[in-house]
């Protein structure tokens, strides 16, 4: 249903429109109207319910939320932002996934997704994919800085890894570490990929 259309979009500071939705800049007024089950996942809730404003107010992320132009009073979905850089510690895992010319370069800026989250009456609906395709377009386009990735550090659940392969993230392999025993798992997407 809200798939990576190429409608034409309108970028602002800090807002983003296209195909009549707007991923803009939540305000203390919508959190204290969103109901503490926004989401079917708690963790999430208690973040945007109770931590979101304070996380901006001491400048560790912005939260935006996604609304439909026509009826702006319901909060679609939510996501927090933060930066980040990505490492990579290995010469052959760094060629592998980042193809750059300047191949001594083992630090990437990037952008974290900290939290994403939809609103449960709408799950199911293409929404997440919509937010993070906005989110892509607002770091080629509207950026102030150089972001090279997306990063994510993702629920390990079967649901959620696969929502974001599917939406083209890559998982960070460390040998080292047994996957089944983590609560998320790092992943990134490359921003040089995307098609405006």
């Known amino acids: 249903m809200f798939s990576d259309s190429s409608a034409p979009f309108k970028i602002e500071r800090q807002k983003i429109s296209q195909d009549g939705f707007e991923l803009c800049l939540v305000s203390a007024e919508d959190i204290e109207n969103l109901t503490q089950n926004f989401s079917s ?43 980040d850089a990505l490492r ?40 997440g994919t919509f937010i993070i395709s906005l989110v892509k377009k607002i770091f080629l386009i509207e950026n102030r800085t150089g972001c090279r990735f997306i990063t994510v550090d993702a629920y390990n659940q079967h649901d959620v890894l696969n929502f974001y392969k599917k939406n083209l993230f890559v998982e960070i392999k460390n040998k080292d570490i047994d996957k089944a025993t983590l609560a998320t798992v790092s992943m990134f997407y490359n921003l040089q990929h995307v098609k405006l």
């Open 41 to 83: 996942n708690a963790d999430l809730n208690d973040f945007f319910k109770n931590d979101c404003l304070l996380y901006e107010k001491d400048l560790l992320a912005k939260t935006y939320k996604l609304i439909y132009q026509e009826k702006p009073e319901i909060i679609l979905g939510l996501i927090s932002l933060s930066n």
């Open 88 to 127: 990579f510690e290995g010469r052959s895992q760094r060629d592998n996934n980042v193809p750059h010319r300047k191949r001594g370069l083992n630090i990437f800026p990037a952008v974290k997704i900290g939290r994403l989250a939809i609103n449960k009456e709408f799950d199911g609906k293409g929404l």
